[in-house]
């Protein structure tokens, strides 16, 4: 078990933040000739490097602001850092508003292939757990019904549903483990443990110390993009008393 | 992950090819999925569009044929090309925004929407292609015709891989622009309704040239429009008979001949020009598309 399952090195993130919202052709021409395209650069990120080996779970703590939503962009592979080598071994399943990728118009069942296809899966490999997924969500009665019908307790459902079943080798959580009504809340719950259980390495975003110590056993620290402390998560969430202590005074 | 490896790439696309087929599953089955008559739609539409323009043509202005070929077929052909042209690009163009909610969250190759939209459109086009086929039989216009049926269609893939081609290169092109510059949709409408005058549906380059003056320019102009070529191609292949007649420079004057291009349809000419322009088309788009990729979720 001692083979990385995500290894970032020195990775660093930068933005430039247009002072104006510049998104016409007119306007942009304008401000070019003008000379007036200035940007402020924002380093949501700076030389953040950790590893994560397989079967670990990796608490993400920090205040808002502090870079946890870029890292995880970052990590699932949807922006791409300005500097640094990030490694990732494994399918990665983010559990981040469920239901995103989801089409409207296309019913349950037929979203269930499209989603396992957007994270990678075949439809072939999708139909094998197919009524699984079904019967974890408990929407089998409304299968058939484009998704456009269904609550946002119902999508999350089914989303969470898919992610879950495709046994991702990395997951990523974002402060999501209360999906739906009482009864499926506990049901996900026991999923995920029974993923933790089979060594699934887990990403968990929070701003909630309890969660994390709860569910991780690795953590680190965010401050101003930068990793400021990591290790355990008892000693991290120590420091990051510390710290908030600190703030207050 | 932004390895630029052919190989890296070529594993990836693998992996997501999949998603290529859903979503292309998903296009063409939800395209009139509320509708009553379903995918009857993808035959009726071209037909009834098809219907108001020749009734508009042959009616109003009293045409009835060119150069022997019903009008009603000679419309139908140009149309169902440019329609597929256009609505292929369009979506395209769109579908990077329209799918921001998935590209925000989760790694997809950017790439398969507008692939994937390109590809569910030539789905329907092919589809669509029957009706065509309908009424070519129903008008007979193979009659007196020497080559084989099998041949004329391997003859009409070359035109429509052209078509293809290109297509997917201005879609890629396309939806990188928009991404950024919303104007892009508005802009490239009023630009497709111009290309459709631009290209050789309504009318035929003939009509055009009689007694100009300059038609050796605007010959020339029209014919740097790719899809010029690409339906004319098209065209040739499924009507040549003997008497199809085309304009041709003869001793710096323009004289009306048969086309002696058997058996090849077309032109090398207009087969190279078109053809090499698809493929710069494509290698561009697909560059831009490539360049700005990372910096679509930016914008998004």
Known sequence: MNEPAIRLDKVSMRFNLNRERVDNIKEYFIKFMRHQLHYNEFWALRDVSFTVQKGERLGVMGLNGAGKSTLLKVIAGVMKPTHGIMEINGNIAPLIELGAGFDMNYSGGENIYLYGATLGFSRKQIKEIWKEIVDFSGLKDFIDVPVKNYSSGMRARLGFAIACMVEPDILILDEVLSVGDAPFKKKSEAKIMELFDRGVTVIFVSHSMEQVEKLCNKAILLEKGQVVASGYTDSVCEEYKRRMQEQKK | ?300
């Open chain 2, 1 to 300: 992950m932004g390895k630029l490896s052919l190989r890296f790439q070529w594993n990836n696309f693998m992996k997501y090819r999949f998603l290529l087929k859903e979503i292309v599953r998903k296009n063409v089955r939800l395209q009139y999925r509320e509708s009553v008559l379903g995918m009857v739609w993808t035959l009726l539409q071209p037909l009834l569009f098809t219907l108001v323009l020749s009734f508009v043509f042959s009616i109003l202005f009293n045409r009835s044929d060119v150069g022997g070929v019903p009008f009603l077929l000679y419309l139908m052909c140009g149309r169902l090309l440019f329609s597929f042209f256009t609505d292929s690009t369009k979506r395209a163009m769109r579908s990077v925004r329209q799918n921001a909610g998935i590209i925000k969250k989760v790694y997809v190759p950017r790439y398969i929407y507008p692939m994937g939209n390109v590809l569910s459109t030539f789905v329907t086009f092919l589809l669509s292609l029957i009706v065509l086929v309908g009424f070519i039989i129903y008008y007979d216009v193979c009659k007196g015709f020497t080559f084989g049926l099998h041949l004329r269609v391997l003859y009409a893939i070359v035109p429509i891989v052209i078509l293809f081609v290109f297509s997917m290169g201005v879609g890629l092109l396309l939806a990188s622009i928009s991404v950024f510059f919303k104007d892009t949709d508005f802009i490239y409408d009023v630009l497709c309704n111009l290309l459709f005058y631009l290209s050789p549906i309504i009318y035929s380059p003939d009509d055009v040239m009689k007694g100009r003056a300059s038609a050796d320019l605007l010959l020339k102009i029209l014919r740097l429009n790719p899809l010029y070529g690409i339906i004319q191609m098209f065209r040739n292949v499924v009507f040549y008979s003997p008497g199809l007649m085309e304009t041709v420079k003869e001793n710096g004057k323009n004289v009306l001949s048969e086309v002696a291009v058997m058996p090849f349809f077309y032109s090398e000419r207009q087969l190279l020009y078109t053809a090499g322009l698809a493929v710069v088309v494509m290698a561009l788009g697909a560059f831009v598309f490539y360049k700005q990729q990372d910096k679509f979720i930016l914008h998004l």
